[in-house]
């Protein structure tokens, strides 16, 4: 089987979708395709997050995450409310339990100022009155904070895109890819059959898999995706109402981690979590997982060895607390000391597709590759799924400069 297309958006996560839909809106008189490798759309780090509308507290004035969120929230919220998808401004507070975090918190909070982010310091005894079930010295609250079903956007933007003339491939799984002079070919498995896609220009939006993709297509990077299991526990029935918010603890800012948090679900569930958990598989929900391949691929490379290292301490801790559940309480019971390990009920777990430079450095902002004819997402951290518009948008944006660029080459 062969198929031809001006644009092909690789993966159906909510990045995926929101770039091949602002494709098909940019370029109307073009085709674009959309290929997942799965049964359905946002599988996996868009259907295994959290569901927050992030407001931009910390991410540095300036810089592309503070702007993408900030917008994106604000277009998530204008998307949810055309399409009634349920969405609720519950707010979120981050609460300081010590002085070298309330130290930290007023960073965060000239941070939040400065990029005109609504919030309110509260001292201890204004956390207490908002939140009675929540101990600290101080927290910040922040207004703007929503959640949302992510799985649902995403299936809506897909649906946006299909009305718009787009076409979406599922269980078709890329395995192979080239680029000539004149196009790119995708080789691909389809529903057990070989099928070939012949396109002017790729877009890779491949999450876990995107070194792959640059490997596939011959473009030299010095990182790897190295994956990290963010494992979630679901609070009993009798806490749901239990807090007001969500509660966030203040992070560390020399990781890219967010601590162990309390979430309120759109469903009116809450959850417990996430840690940040070496993954030995990409695709690994389970509690006890394990591929050959792509551990091997982790052993083999410089990158995983120095970030390992460099981060050893806090590492043994995270698997420690896998493993035993009351050290995992510990780091709630800081802030929220009557949650006990029982309370805690088993819940799917995430990976986080953390890409890593051959020198150990964790990559925390966006980080593309690109050939003549393709363009590649190699890093998309959180707040990906808030600002999934505007990194589409971007995308779109650098697509054309490279097509124009194209164009100049031929004439």
Not at 62 to 85: M, N, Q, V, Y
Request: charged share 20%.
């Amino acid at each position: 089987m062969k198929s031809v297309y001006d644009y092909v958006v690789v993966g159906g996560g909510i990045v995926g979708a929101s770039t091949a839909w602002q494709l098909k809106q940019r370029y109307p008189g073009c085709s674009v395709l959309l290929v997942e490798k799965e049964a359905s759309v946002a599988q996996h780090q868009t259907g295994h997050n959290s569901g927050v509308i992030h407001a931009g507290v910390y991410y540095p004035p300036g810089s592309l995450k503070a702007d993408f969120c900030k917008r994106g929230a604000a277009l998530t919220i204008e998307f949810c409310a055309k399409h009634g998808i349920a969405v609720e401004n519950c707010g979120k507070l981050l609460v300081a339990t010590n002085e070298q975090e309330m130290a930290r918190m007023q960073v965060l909070y000239e941070r939040c100022l400065t990029n005109d982010i609504d919030v309110r310091w509260l001292d201890a005894a204004e956390l207490h009155a908002e939140e009675p079930n929540v101990k600290g010295l101080g927290a910040i609250a922040v207004r703007a904070t929503c959640i949302v079903d992510y799985r649902r956007v995403t299936e809506q933007m897909v649906c946006e895109f299909e009305a718009l003339g787009g076409v979406t491939q599922l269980s078709t799984e890329v395995i192979g890819a080239s680029e000539a002079a004149e196009q790119v070919t995708l080789h691909c498995q389809a529903n057990g059959e070989c099928l070939t896609i012949q396109c002017q220009f790729v877009v890779t939006c491949s999450g876990l898999m995107a070194d792959r993709m640059t490997k596939m297509m011959g473009i030299p990077t010095a990182f790897q995706i190295i994956p990290y299991r963010g494992e979630y526990y679901q609070l009993a029935s009798q806490y749901q109402g239990f807090v007001n918010h969500l509660i966030y603890p203040i992070p560390d800012p020399d990781l890219p981690f967010l601590g162990v948090h309390l979430t309120r679900m759109i469903d009116g569930s809450i959850t417990v979590g996430p840690n940040a958990v070496q993954g030995w598989k990409r695709e690994g929900y389970g509690k006890v997982n394990l591929s050959l391949k792509d551990t091997w691929q982790m052993l083999t490379f410089a990158g995983f060895w120095k970030v390992t290292i460099n981060n050893l301490k806090t590492g043994l801790v995270e698997l420690k607390n896998s493993w035993w559940k009351p050290g995992y309480v510990k780091q709630v019971n800081k802030y929220c000391p009557t949650i006990k390990a029982k309370d805690l009920k088993p819940y799917p777990a995430g990976i986080r597709a953390q890409a890593v430079l051959s020198d150990g450095t964790l990559v925390h902002d966006f980080l593309f590759a690109e050939s003549a004819r393709s363009l590649h997402v190699c890093n998309a951290p959180s707040p990906a799924a808030t600002s999934a518009m505007p990194i589409g948008e971007y995308i779109c944006d650098k697509v054309t400069q490279k097509q124009q660029w194209l164009s100049s080459e031929a004439d």
